[in-house]
């Protein structure tokens, strides 16, 4: 593996590893904002940028995200909203740029998901083009979200309509499964989408938490087979 290629690779897999114990983490935030009292003096933050500059904190701005996510009890709110879709936007572009570099990652995951390699690779690219280029509050697709996907699986001769299945005990036994069936189903006929439709109707959240799960797992069981060189 060229040096160049490594760092880029160990960057890559170490964004995917970060943002999901940021997904995580955000989501006990968002649970804690919703259950949890704090006054003003805890919400008074000051972060010393360097010996020179303090940013302060205004703590009506954060008092605004905690009230908007007790109002949103039961349901998503803004907070866990953003944590979330930063998350899904982290692991899909570090997954799609680890996919592409010619290293022993890219050749673990075409051994490893066999001829569930390509659809994957599909649906992580449409998930990085659709949370890096979106600013519609209800993530509305856009043509350049899912045209360059559709040209490659075109120019490879292989349905349009992409279906990932993963099943951990069979695809994935070196991560232990909570029960033999656990796994997900992804289903995205690019021929079919259009401009405008919304993101989470063509894969829904549920599914965003599935394959960001199964790239994180995916990097362990790597890592556990390279222990001392990637």
């Known amino acids: 593996m ?9 960057d890559a897999l ?10 995580h983490a955000g989501q006990f935030f968002g649970k804690l904002a ?43 709110s803004l907070f866990e909203y953003f944590v979330a879709f930063n998350a899904f936007r982290g692991i899909g572009m ?23 390699y390509e659809p994957f690779y599909d649906i992580l690219s449409f998930i ?20 360059g996907t559709l040209k490659r699986i075109k120019r490879m001769k292989r349905d349009t309509n992409v279906i990932f299945n993963f099943n951990y005990q069979e695809d994935l036994p070196q991560i232990l499964s909570p029960h033999p069936s656990y796994g997900f189903t992804c289903e995205v006929d690019f021929e079919e989408l259009e401009e405008g439709m919304e993101f989470l109707e063509v894969l829904p959240l549920w599914e965003l938490f599935m394959i960001s799960e199964l790239s994180f797992n995916l990097v362990q069981a790597f890592r556990a087979l390279n222990p001392n060189n990637l």
Request: glycine share 2%; with cysteine; proline share 1%.
């Open 128 to 147: 990085r083009n659709v949370l890096s280029h979106n600013i519609h509050a209800e993530i509305a697709l856009s043509s350049k979200d899912f045209d």
């Open 94 to 116: 570090a997954m799609v740029e680890a996919m592409r570099l010619e290293t022993s990652f890219s050749m673990f995951l075409k051994k490893q998901l066999g001829l569930q």
């Open 34 to 76: 919703k259950e949890a009292e704090f006054d003003d003096e805890i919400l008074s933050v000051s972060l010393k940028c360097d010996e020179l500059h303090t940013y302060k904190f205004h703590p009506q701005f954060t008092r605004a995200v905690i009230d908007d996510a007790k109002s949103h009890l039961g349901e998503v």
């Open 14 to 23: 170490l964004l995917v590893e970060q943002n999901f114990f940021f997904l």
């Open 2 to 10: 060229k040096a160049k290629n490594k760092i880029l690779l160990e």
